[in-house]
């Protein structure tokens, strides 16, 4: 699970396209809770933990907090992390 949060940290990083953070966000989740209540876990501890450092440090403000976690947990619980894909993201991604 950590390497499929990180995996989608550094796809995040990598596409640095604008308006795409909550669809990385859900893939993450989403890739890790695929491989069981392990994964799902290790995706809710780092989105947890992600989100307070965030929230507390960068200044982003808790709206943007409030949407990144409602974006981890769709993904978390299955949801399609399609659903946060902004128009014109590289297929690659």
Do not use: C
Not at 38 to 50: M, P, Q, T
Not at 60 to 84: C, F, I, L, M
Request: no cysteine; aromatic share 12%.
């Amino acid at each position: 699970g950590a390497k499929d949060m990180y995996r989608a940290y550094r796809d995040m990083r990598e596409a640095n396209y604008v308006g795409a953070d909550k669809y990385f966000h859900a893939r993450g989740n989403y890739d890790a809770a695929r491989r069981g209540p392990g994964g799902a876990w290790a995706a809710k501890v780092i989105s947890d933990a992600r989100e307070n450092w965030q929230s507390g440090v960068s200044g982003r403000g808790a709206e943007d907090t409030r949407a990144d976690q409602e974006a981890n947990k769709w993904g978390r619980n299955g949801g399609d992390p399609n659903r946060y894909r902004p128009a014109g993201l590289p297929a690659k991604y």
